[in-house]
């Protein structure tokens, strides 16, 4: 997929270069005796889960990433070099919490309605739940690294439409809560308190979606219609009972709280069956491409098909 990718590359830069050059040659071109045809949009291809373990790798060689840490400026270079690869504007957001800084980035792209995606990118600075060593940081290969690792992929592949403005919102400090009287969520809570882009319609959370043995449940505070519509494409993608099961399961304090308080309809797409969870056995070898691949098509669908929020909002003809 990656060599078709840059042989297309390099054939559109060929006819741009042909193009450029039979301009300069004419200053003015011979009518033409038919309406010109624009050629069709070229797709950015389609989200690729092994790449996006890659990408999950790239975070776990950091080490743990907890908030205010070098590491986790490491992280945000390593994401903000990827965005801006992938023809995204940056945006960052930068507030205190507590005496520690709390970085978001935001990549944007599009003009249009703004729906956000989006990824806690911090890790738990103490494996509570690990029996042997729970003073210890955790790596945090499935609890922050999977979904900013979907981001990231999500970033290279997504065919933007007509009136569609995308955030990939990357949250600082989801995973302090419950430690030193910290909650849960902080990064995003500031952003929701001042969005340093336009205000989302939407936003979908994924978290905690790359195990290997991925159940993805319906998430009870979700905003159900949301829902309706993400579970619906996982069923129209074949994932239904594989990976997605469209039924209720937990109630998660997540990084969806935030904009749901403030009206905005939110959805978290979170595996919370996963025994590593906030252990030190949450590392990169806990991930699978397949489980990423599927949480981020459908993802990738949805932006693809618009964006919609409610199961009626869908165009009658989806794409796939
Ligand atoms: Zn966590």
New binding site residues.
């Given amino acids: 997929m990656t060599v078709r990718h840059l042989v297309a590359r390099w054939w559109w830069s060929a006819v741009a270069l042909v193009v450029l050059a039979c301009q300069a040659a004419t200053a003015t071109p011979p009518p033409s005796p038919s309406p010109t045809v624009s050629p069709a949009p070229r797709s950015r291809g389609q989200f690729d889960g092994v790449r996006a373990l890659e990408f999950a790798r790239a975070q776990c060689a950091i080490g743990p990433r907890p908030t205010g840490s070098e590491a986790l400026l490491r992280t945000r270079a390593w994401i903000e070099q990827q965005l801006v690869q992938a023809g995204w504007e940056v945006v960052r957001q930068e507030t205190t919490y507590r005496g520690l800084p709390i970085r978001n980035v935001v990549g944007v792209r599009g003009q249009g309605r703004p729906v956000m995606v989006g990824a806690h990118y911090d890790t738990?600075p103490r494996a509570e739940r690990d029996p042997t060593n729970p003073e210890a940081p955790i790596l945090?290969g499935n609890?922050?690294a999977s979904g900013a690792a979907v981001l990231v992929e999500l970033a290279y592949v997504l065919d933007i439409p007509e009136g569609l403005q995308v955030q990939l919102a990357f949250f600082d400090a989801?995973?302090r809560?419950n430690i030193d009287g910290w909650p849960f969520a902080v990064g995003a809570s500031q952003m929701v308190a001042d969005f340093p882009v336009a205000r989302p319609e939407a936003m979908v959370l994924v978290d905690?979606v790359g195990d290997k043995d991925q159940q993805i449940y319906r998430e009870r505070n979700s905003d159900p219609a949301l829902n309706d519509v993400l579970f619906a494409i996982a069923a129209e993608l074949g994932y239904e009972g594989r990976g997605f099961y469209n039924e209720p399961k937990w109630a998660i304090i997540d990084d969806h709280i935030p904009f749901l308080e403030a009206g905005i309809p939110a959805v978290d797409l979170i595996d919370f069956d996963y025994p590593a969870?906030?252990t030190l056995d949450d590392t990169c070898e806990q991930l699978g491409a397949e489980s990423l691949e599927r949480v981020g098509r459908v993802v990738e669908t949805w932006v693809e098909q618009g964006a919609p929020l409610r199961p009626e909002d869908r165009s009658p003809s989806p794409q796939e």
């Fill in positions: 738990r945090g609890d922050g989801e995973d809560g905690m969870w906030h």
